[in-house]
């Protein structure tokens, strides 16, 4: 066999000296063109993994092992190869794309610049036009080119990121989690248009991932990891059809069940019952900016319709599932509904009040029966305050505890979200959890006050299938035992058709479809909800 392209030979990373491997004796190897699925829980270590095989932890790593990239060893590389390896040789893809884009440049800057780093002989015209060709392959139109990376969403700044890593052609991209924002159709876009690029010029793909549909679709081989160490590697479809041991069985057997098919349709009634939120041709409109001359000149609409007259009703008790792409306006429907936005017309009436008319005092004392659960629970947490004081902060906030009575609420709820023994927790920091605890504990700070509402933007899209599990059965319990009503903001098909009694669709700011759940699965009637299910990737297949 030919020399591999990319080769990791008992590998073992610790972050400092005398501190425990992170990555311990880790070994495999990668030929030009092949796929190879790095899979495991949040903690497991395989973004570690791939950050040292591509030299980006801090000089205090310990590193020991080798990692060598066509036959040359990349923790010997000078800086000017290690410059020329990243980008033009390997492109790494993170999970955050803000870790990628400068918040102060356009996105063609950032295009252009990363041309011009690397091709300094190619025309301004050439870089630009390369660019807007491969923003195009990741679903970005032209006319967003001079805007900047707030004005996007999460999923289409992943694209975005995703996009500066193929415009330099790269022989081997690492992708770490590179779809856990995006919708199953733009994931769907995007991995097929990665892998066609593997085929068509023999580059490699490392796809770190705990979505195992995803990484049986489009990888050749599967790696996976457990507590730092790769337990079990070989073809996907040997090691899906015949798990060896025992994670790699719990991991598969949780990814199951989540996509088990329900037997029967449930219908409820809700004639009878007034809803708790009710949403009436809401929208919110944005104008993208532009410069005098541009005005004059571009006769163009340049509104963009995040949210295009919603009509919506959500009852208490109940959970309605939200989905749709990134970009679609889920996001910021959720925000406009805690008028966190303030709308650009229509109501919104939560226990029958009119939000949209209330004063900024009003507001506060409202949003402690509305509660959000983020996405990123890391985002939401002050690095600097403990558990304890990050849970009892919205009570305090709100003027209806003590301190002392706040201590008491903050252990009650993190007994019930599991987070035990409590006294462990209390006093430790966001950075010192995983990603499933960090969860858990902007879970219990929602629940904190009490709310009649749970607003959830992604809660579970961050987590591996069995701590999603875990965080789904508990939001599920709680839901119960607090009398919850949840909005349920979701790209994952599969999770919403196990959590959701309703589920809306949305598309281009609008709802598109609206039914209960397993009808809506069984017989979807929009053709964009049709094609969402079409692209979702399916476990079944892999292990039937």
């Avoid at 409109?285 to 959500?314: C, M, P, Q, W």
Wanted: proline share 5%.
């Amino acid at each position: 066999m030919n020399e591999p392209l990319f080769s990791v030979e008992n590998l073992s990373v610790a972050y400092q000296a005398g501190q425990n491997a992170v990555v311990e004796n880790v070994s495999f190897v990668l030929q030009p063109g092949e796929r190879l699925g790095l899979v495991g829980e949040s903690g497991c270590g395989k973004s570690t993994l791939g950050r040292a095989a591509m030299r980006l932890l801090s000089d205090s790593a310990q590193i020991q092992g080798q990692v060598k990239f066509q036959g040359k060893s990349v923790l010997d590389m000078s800086p000017t190869e290690l410059r020329h390896f990243r980008g033009e040789a390997v492109a790494l893809i993170f999970q955050d794309p803000m870790t990628r884009l400068d918040p102060l440049m356009t996105i063609g800057d950032h295009c252009l610049e990363t041309l011009k780093a690397h091709e300094p002989h190619l025309s301004t015209k050439a870089a630009r036009e390369r660019a807007i060709e491969t923003l195009k392959a990741v679903s970005i139109p032209e006319n967003r080119w001079s805007q900047y990376p707030h004005e996007f969403s999460g999923g289409m700044r992943q694209r975005v990121a995703i996009a500066l890593a193929l415009l330099l052609n790269p022989k081997l991209i690492v992708a770490d989690e590179p779809t856990t924002s995006l919708d199953v159709t733009v994931s769907a876009q995007i991995l097929k248009e990665l892998t066609r690029l593997c085929s068509e010029r023999n580059m490699a793909l490392i796809l770190i991932s705990h979505d195992l549909a995803m990484v049986a679709e489009y990888c050749d081989r599967i790696a996976v990891m457990y507590d730092g160490e790769i337990v079990e590697t070989g073809s996907t479809e040997s090691v899906f059809r015949n798990p060896q041991h025992e994670y790699t069985q719990t991991l598969l057997h949780s990814a199951l069940h989540l996509q088990k098919d329900a037997e029967t349709i449930v219908s409820a009634d809700r004639s009878s019952v007034t809803p708790i939120l009710q949403l009436s041709d809401l929208k919110q409109h944005y104008s993208i900016e532009s410069n005098f001359i541009s005005k004059l000149f571009d006769k163009e609409d340049r509104t963009i319709r995040a949210v295009d007259g919603i009509n919506l009703e959500l009852y208490p008790g109940e959970t309605l599932g939200l989905v749709g792409e990134s970009g679609c306006g889920k996001s910021t429907l959720s925000r406009t509904i805690l008028q966190l936005l303030r709308p650009t017309s229509g109501k919104v009436e939560f226990s029958g009040q009119n939000l949209t008319q209330l004063n900024r005092d009003q507001l506060q004392h409202q949003r402690r029966q509305i509660q959000m659960i983020f996405q990123d629970p890391h985002a939401c947490l002050n690095p600097r305050m403990t558990i304890g004081e990050s849970i009892a902060d919205p009570l305090l906030i709100h003027k209806i505890a003590t301190p002392e009575a706040a201590k008491q609420e903050v252990e009650y709820v993190l007994e019930r979200v599991g987070l035990t023994p409590v006294e462990s927790f209390y006093n430790r920091y966001p950075g010192e959890l995983s990603g499933g605890q960090q969860q858990r504990v902007a879970i219990a700070r929602a629940l904190i006050t009490r709310p009649k509402l749970v607003i959830c933007d992604e809660p579970v899209s961050m987590l591996d299938a069995t701590v999603q599990t875990q965080v789904l059965q508990l939001m599920q319990d709680l839901k119960e035992e607090f009398d919850l009503t949840y909005l349920f903001i979701t790209h994952d098909l599969w999770v919403a058709r196990y959590f959701c009694d309703r589920i809306a669709v949305m598309h281009g700011g609008k709802i598109v479809e609206l039914g209960e759940t397993q009808a809506l699965f069984k017989s979807p009637q929009h053709p964009y909800t049709q094609s969402l299910l079409g692209a979702a990737p399916l476990l079944n297949k892999m292990t039937g």
